[in-house]
């Protein structure tokens, strides 16, 4: 349980630090002001994003590898049927 | 497919290699985006702002299309992932309270990333901007507009020359083709090369074949920890097959980040490439990473800059071991609930 608890936080922080890096790059911003900049620029409003980022990559990761784990439960073809037409979408 | 939109921008990549690397970049990316939402995924040139959405969506829902399959299903798992997709639900309403309400568009734009780099070519005023847009990216993106652009640095070329700016790099010059060079120009360059003692001008080579920081790194290593004791864990109570899954996950992990080692690394001698293959196999890869993110690391034979390093394995990093280690574990624990309790 301690293991998969960590795995999410560890996929969330780095999924979220990944973000966020990208958008607040100065870089990024001056290349291509249409798609970055989300992330408003006082204190507060960047840690308060970042901390949103990465919950809501926590609770994405934790439905969907508990999905993912159920199906495997259910039928393993069944699993890489599913993945495999989503992967095609 | 169907929208032209397969081939990734990353430039250079020409013949069958230019496929392999799509695929590999399209199955990482749907990983990463169906196991953790990342947010940096929407982008044109990744899978585009409506099927970033689409996919997200989709998998809140599929938890409960699994658990209507699974036989033992019980009314705790139910709440368990009525309560989980509620709290995912607050969180993206909050997230969106929080942004700037003009990049709303950007989750649920359609445009490809062969339209982005065109619009980013024709929508900016600065040269800086639309060269980059121009030669950053796959020839094909830009193929349709390839006229306008030769046209245009026709224009501009001999003002850029006389003003020599930032951008104008010996570096630039190399990535851009002859065709897109005015006649003068490029016949300047290629006997100014040939004064130097080369062929021909230096061209870039077609490939054919912060502190929240140091947390996340602290909490990657202690991941791979639980990961190896895991490992043994299975290995004590006979899953020898999920053991073996395991390591399959962690091996296939350190040969794709060896791989960008050695991508990144080409212009170093075997030495230096030996060093930092050593690094990634010693699993002290992330404290490298942010080591060299955290002071600027400079590097001139490096092919990226310590940032992209970085995030690079960190997405090999979740694709291939974070991610499906924690499918693995939840799904051993499903059919195995007293491991539960070991840990």
């Not at chain 1, 349980?1 to 001056?30: E, G, P």
């Not at chain 1, 994405?60 to 993912?68: F, P, Q, V």
């Not at chain 2, 104008?168 to 130097?196: W, Y």
């Not at chain 2, 930092?276 to 400079?298: Q, S, Y």
């Amino acid at each position: 349980m301690v293991s998969i608890l960590l795995s999410t936080m560890t996929t969330a922080f780095a999924s979220a630090m990944i973000s966020f890096d990208q958008d607040v790059s100065v870089k990024n911003r001056k290349k291509n002001s249409e798609f970055y900049g989300y992330v408003k620029d006082t204190n507060l409003e960047r840690t308060s994003t970042f901390l949103v980022l990465m919950l809501l990559a926590a609770f994405h990761n934790l439905s969907r590898t508990i999905g993912t784990a159920l199906l495997f439960a259910v039928s393993g073809s069944t699993t890489f049927v599913i993945m495999g037409a989503e992967m095609a979408v | 497919m169907l929208r032209n939109d397969f081939v990734v921008w990353i430039p250079s990549l020409e013949g069958i290699l230019k496929y392999i690397a799509a695929i590999i970049v399209h199955v990482v990316v749907k990983v990463l985006v169906d196991f953790t939402g990342l947010i940096q995924c929407r982008g044109a040139k990744l899978m585009g702002g409506s099927l970033f959405t689409f996919s997200t969506v989709l998998g809140q829902i599929l938890p409960f299309v699994a658990l209507s399959l699974y036989d033992a299903s019980t009314n705790a798992m139910n709440a368990a992932l009525i309560i989980l997709a509620c709290c995912w639900g607050v969180s993206v309403v909050v997230f969106f309270g929080l942004i700037d309400r003009d990049k709303w568009w950007t989750f649920y734009g359609t445009i490809t990333g062969a339209q982005a780099t065109i619009h980013t070519f024709r929508s900016s005023d600065n040269p800086a901007i639309k060269m980059n847009a121009i030669f950053t990216n796959h020839s094909s993106f830009t193929e349709s507009i390839k006229d306008e652009v030769i046209a245009y640095m026709r224009d501009n070329w001999a003002e850029w020359e006389r003003t020599q700016p930032a951008w104008f790099t010996p570096k630039f010059i190399a990535s851009v083709g002859d065709e897109f060079i005015p006649g003068r120009a490029l016949q300047q360059l290629n006997e100014a090369a040939i004064e130097a003692g080369v062929g021909a001008r230096r061209r870039r080579e077609i490939i054919t074949l912060s502190s929240m920081k140091e947390v996340v790194i602290t909490l990657t290593t202690v991941d791979t920890m639980t990961d190896v004791y895991m490992i043994y864990l299975y290995k004590e109570n006979g899953l020898h097959s999920n053991a073996n899954t395991m390591i399959a996950m962690i091996s296939t992990n350190v040969a794709i980040q060896l791989l960008t080692v050695l991508a990144v690394n080409k212009k170093k001698g075997w030495r230096k490439v030996l060093k930092e293959g050593l690094i990634t196999l010693l699993f002290i890869r992330p404290f490298v990473d942010a080591w060299r993110v955290h002071n600027k690391h400079k590097d001139s034979e490096t092919t990226t800059d310590p940032l992209t390093e970085m995030v690079m394995n960190k997405g090999i990093e979740l694709a291939t071991e974070s991610i499906p280690g924690c499918v693995l574990q939840c799904y051993v624990l499903l059919l195995n609930p007293s491991l539960g309790s070991s840990r």
